[in-house]
Nanobody, 124 residues
């Protein structure tokens, strides 16, 4: 059974940076797409970024473009989300998710496997 574990969250001041990690294990077939989602209190879970190993594509939520970068280390079975110039509105629980679909998706319904989440708080 594919398992995902997120790490790297924490408290950071506005303008600061964090790097989230999503480590995958327990699979016999490598998942093709890994997505990062976030959920702030009282809000719906939204797609932040996705990376596909099938076609090397990536996508980003408009509000994080130019600030966040997703990358993948296949040797370590780990996907990273580098977050720079963080803003208070980025505060949320961040989840990684995986699936065997070919194309990246920002819809949470496209993903069958989820991590437990890591808290990111941006505050002065």
């Amino acid at each position: 059974q594919l398992q995902l574990v997120e790490s790297g969250g924490g408290l950071v001041q506005p303008g600061g940076s964090l790097r989230l990690s999503c480590a995958a294990s327990g699979f016999t077939l490598e998942p093709k797409i890994i997505g990062w989602f976030r959920q702030a209190p009282g809000k719906e879970r939204e797609g932040v970024s996705c990376i596909s190993s099938s076609n090397s594509s990536t996508n980003y939520l408009d509000s994080v473009k130019g600030r966040f970068t997703i990358s993948r280390d296949n040797a370590k079975n780990t996907v990273y989300l580098q977050m720079n110039n963080l803003k208070p509105e980025d505060t949320a629980v961040y989840y990684c998710a995986a699936d065997y679909s070919y194309w990246c998706s920002d819809s949470l319904y496209e993903y069958d496997y989820w991590g437990q989440g890591t808290q990111v708080t941006v505050s002065s």
